[in-house]
């Protein structure tokens, strides 16, 4: 059972050469963290929240989060939260077998871990993986360092409820593991029906509008976070995946937060509407 890509010469190159290519310009992109980082074996990373758009528009800013993980060395297993951007299958959907398949080769779901999530509001379900990309553009950038084990997660439902269940069922689990949380922040603009205000420029509105939501995930308080989100109405897909990620880490005993990058499309592509984007890691 092997799920093919399906961004693959979209959202990211297509061959396994030009892929590695375009992660090194990730890493060393003037908005990146600059250096190709090396595997190390400190270990205290226990989440992170990553962007998911196409590599040329975020990838340099998920560079900081994955040169974080490999200068503080791999888990046995990554489980990565996704937001369900398609509507397809589960509202909570985990597979717990098989592998995907990028240019750069076959990663193992942890076929030992990923079964024993699967309980209350999390479903065994393949069909919300099968055209999402969220997940799918994180794996390359692991992969670029060495190979690994990986339990995927698509979020549907993102509401405090749910995600406060499924943090409390990975808070649970005893396994060498980070979480990691796909989201991109807001989207603003005529593409994605949010308007800044009068006068202001859609990246400016973004950023503004995303500090409030950084503020509060520096903090690892997972209500006021949630609660921030919905009263200034800020536009990010995956605030639910977040949410859940919050609460596990501090069951594993995270107590701090760090933003290494945020910056906007507009960055790359000034234009009418934009994302904005932002790296987190959860210590």
């Not at 040329?56 to 791999?74: D, K, L, R």
Request: proline share 6%.
């Amino acid at each position: 059972m092997v799920r093919k890509a399906v961004v693959a010469g979209t959202f990211y190159p297509r061959t396994p050469e030009a892929l590695k290519e375009q992660i090194q310009h990730c890493f060393m992109h003037p908005l990146g963290p600059r250096k190709i980082p090396k595997v190390g074996t400190r270990r205290t990373i226990k989440g992170v929240i990553v962007p998911h758009a196409g590599y040329i528009y975020s990838g340099h800013v998920a560079a900081h989060c994955y040169a974080a993980i490999a200068e503080n060395g791999f888990p046995e297993t990554f489980i990565i939260l996704g937001p369900n951007h398609t509507g397809q299958g589960s509202g909570v959907a985990l597979v717990t077998q098989g592998s995907w398949e990028t240019p750069l080769g076959e990663i193992p779901i942890d076929k030992e871990t990923a079964p024993q999530l699967v309980k209350g509001i999390i479903d065994k379900d393949e069909k919300a993986h099968q055209f999402e990309h969220s997940i799918e553009v994180q794996l390359p950038f692991l992969q670029y360092f060495k190979d690994f084990t990986f339990i995927p997660i698509s979020m549907a439902l993102q509401d405090l409820q749910t995600a406060q269940e499924i943090g409390d069922i990975l808070g649970s689990i005893t396994k060498d593991a980070i979480v990691i949380a796909s989201t991109d922040f807001s989207h603003v603009g005529s593409h994605y029906m949010q308007m800044p205000p009068r006068g202001i420029r859609v990246d400016e509105w973004a950023a503004e509008q995303d500090h409030f939501a950084i503020e509060k995930i520096l903090t690892l308080n997972e209500r006021d976070f949630m609660k921030t989100v919905m009263e200034k109405n800020i536009s990010m897909c995956g605030y639910g995946c977040v949410t859940a990620l919050l609460i596990a880490v501090k069951k594993w005993g995270a107590t701090k937060a760090r933003l290494l990058k945020y910056a906007t499309s507009y960055d790359v592509t000034p234009g009418e509407s934009c994302v904005g984007y932002g790296a987190l890691v959860i210590e």
